[in-house]
């Protein structure tokens, strides 16, 4: 009777690993209903090796590994809506150690990479255990070698059903069970050669830019300052989810009076991001440089490629280029191929507040502070603010202050001593929306409030979010994200043609484009000759 509980006890353990979703959304009881058609060519496999060890420990390792490929893809899924890449996606690893790091502590932080880096092993042992349960069930040779043909079959089965899922070959029907796990697996070994490839060739493409040569670009801004102003995780959710869109929209409309009442005009639109939930400077590079740069290995291609950002023309037609980043703690030597005159990362910009834990300062003294980080210079600005209020995870939200008692920071300080703290919040899931409602409003407001003070300047002003919020914040898999020019009515019709919708509030049917396609449509649109005729020459 042991060994009968023994054997089942085993079985179950594998068929738990190979029916385990990779996916938030089916992470469900219902995923126990598939039936995995690997379960039994491991089962009679390992009754059919019997005594070759090395063969169940390269099983065992196997599934270890499936296991990690689909806990990769579940966090993936619940941060950045898309599948794990093995080969663009190992530094997030990084990332998130520090992000952990910083919300647990580097105690809590160290135990828990150990105890998962146990739970591998536990996992492999226990797995390799498993198959040498089976292994024992007979040593008669005619049951090893029924195993095996059994075995056999079950395979050519297995195989069948994810040839037919990966289109090798096709059925009417798709086979009964699934292969599901192997399909998995087989999928990202073929995207590693595939994203090699993309690669190379990407790298290639973005080496040819018809519009690298061109001159007398955006000379119809007239030296007209230029300010280009990232919101965090601000995306379509704040207008069309019901959690969010009363508060957000409510903003919108109540800054949109006040602009207006400063003589500038307003249009607004869509754009789709490369990304969702994280990795804003994958947006950054999309937006500026007018490639795709939907991954970290094509966003390093695009910075190895010589491609011109929009700084880089707005050098060309006589700009101070600048960046404020706030975000920046650490070196950023990637910088140097952006178009930058200055770089002012967190180090440089004088804030003597208290962090807001992974935020280093409120969106409020960004805004508020980086004109006077500016040398004297006669030339027009082309300005980039990347702000980081409304970044995970959404706590502590600081309050908007008087513009005049912003001064070096320090009246912030209340505001960031206060809870709850990351790991808390985030143990409730309505929490974590409510407080991202209120982060992504807080940056609305310190960001508008700021355009209305510019208002007698007259710059053009770009507000853009750079993605949505990680799908089960954001409540899909939607990638828009709005973008808002503010600047004189003559200077805006230059974008008419664009079908935007006048005011702050996109209309929800309004055109969408990719957000590689602002760079190109922008350098035309404020060009008196149209660049495409500049280019043809």
């Not at 703690?329 to 952006?338: H, I, N, V």
Request: glycine share 6%; aromatic share 10%; hydrophobic share 50%.
């Amino acid at each position: 009777m042991t060994r009968v509980f023994g054997l089942i006890l085993a079985a179950v353990l594998i068929f738990a690993v190979l029916v385990l979703p990779n996916h938030p959304g089916t992470m469900k009881w219902s995923a126990l209903n598939r039936w995995p058609l690997e379960l039994p060519v491991l089962l009679l496999g390992a009754v059919a090796i019997g005594r070759w060890w090395g063969v169940r420990y390269v099983a065992a390792l196997v599934l270890v590994l499936a296991v990690i490929i689909k806990l990769a893809d579940y966090a993936m899924f619940s941060a950045f809506n898309r599948t794990f890449n093995p080969v663009l996606d190992l530094f997030l690893a990084g990332a998130g150690l520090s992000l952990l790091r910083d919300s647990v502590g580097v105690v809590l932080a160290a135990c828990a990479v150990l105890g998962a880096a146990l739970l591998l092993v536990a996992l492999f042992l226990a797995l390799e255990r498993s198959l040498r349960v089976w292994a024992r069930v007979s040593t008669a040779r005619s049951v090893r070698m029924s195993a095996a043909g059994l075995a056999v079959l079950c395979a050519g089965w297995a195989a069948a059903d994810a040839g037919h899922h990966l289109e090798y070959w096709r059925f009417e029907k798709s086979p009964p069970g699934t292969a599901w796990t192997t399909r998995l697996t087989v999928k990202r070994g073929l995207q590693v050669q595939q994203t090699t490839a993309e690669l190379a060739r990407f790298a290639e493409e973005a080496q040819r830019d018809a519009y690298a040569d061109a001159s007398g670009l955006l000379d119809a801004l007239e030296e007209r300052d230029v300010i280009l102003i990232w919101i965090e995780s601000y995306g379509r959710a704040s207008f069309d989810n019901p959690l969010y869109a009363p508060t957000h929209l409510a903003t919108l409309r109540a800054a949109e009076a006040q602009i207006a009442q400063t003589g500038m005009a307003m249009k607004s639109g869509w754009l789709t991001s490369p990304t969702a939930g994280g990795q804003s400077w994958l947006a950054h590079g999309a937006l500026a440089s007018g490639l795709w740069t939907s991954d970290n290995g094509r966003y390093k291609a695009m910075l190895t490629s010589g491609q011109k950002w929009l700084f880089h023309f707005a050098q060309e037609a006589g700009y101070r280029t600048t960046a404020v980043m706030p975000a920046i703690t650490k070196g950023w030597p990637e910088s140097l191929m952006m178009g930058f005159d200055h770089i002012f990362p967190a180090a440089e910009i004088p804030y003597k507040g208290d962090a807001f834990r992974w935020v280093t300062m409120p969106d409020q003294f960004t805004l508020a502070t980086y004109p006077d980080l500016l040398p004297e210079d006669p030339r027009p600005d082309f300005i980039q603010i990347a702000l980081i209020s409304s970044h995970a995870p959404w706590t502590p939200i600081a309050d908007m202050v008087p513009w005049e008692d912003v001064q070096d920071g320090t009246i912030f300080n209340e505001m960031a001593a206060r809870g709850p703290a990351p790991k808390d919040l985030w143990r409730d899931r309505d929490a974590v929306r409510n407080a991202y409602r209120q982060s992504v409003d807080y940056a609305l407001r310190a960001t508008f409030s700021h355009v209305v003070r510019l208002g007698d300047a007259a710059p053009l002003v770009i507000v853009a979010g750079d993605h949505q919020a990680a799908g089960f914040v954001a409540g899909s898999d939607n990638k828009d994200v709005a973008v808002h020019m503010i600047g004189p009515a003559n200077v805006l019709d230059r974008i008419s043609h664009w079908d935007w919708t006048d005011g702050l509030i996109p209309a929800a049917d309004g055109p969408v484009r990719r957000m590689d396609s602002f760079r190109n449509d922008f350098l035309d649109a404020f060009t008196h000759v149209q660049v495409s005729e500049i280019v043809a020459e």
